[in-house]
């Protein structure tokens, strides 16, 4: 699943969920606790691609993005 938060032309915010079990409440959790913990990167990048799976995330931004 990807959720697309703006649009997309060499620049943009996304986070790509990798879950092999679907568990809403404890994606709901993990993406809330990512998102507060990414926030100011979020908003301050304008190319930026978020990972996230079973307990952990990774970031991937791009050249020129912040």
């Known amino acids: 699943m990807i ?24 994606i709901a959790a993990e993406l809330t606790a990512t998102l507060e913990a990414t926030s100011a990167e979020f908003e301050r990048a304008s190319a930026l691609l978020i990972v996230l799976s079973e307990g952990q995330y ?8 912040v």
């Not at 959720?3 to 404890?26: F, H, M, S, T």
């Not at 970031?59 to 020129?64: E, L, N, V």
Request: proline fraction near 3%.
């Open 3 to 26: 959720l697309e938060l703006c649009p997309l032309a060499g620049k943009g915010r996304v986070i790509l969920l990798r879950y092999q079990i679907l568990d809403w409440n404890k």
């Open 58 to 65: 990774r970031i991937r931004r791009w050249m020129g993005s």
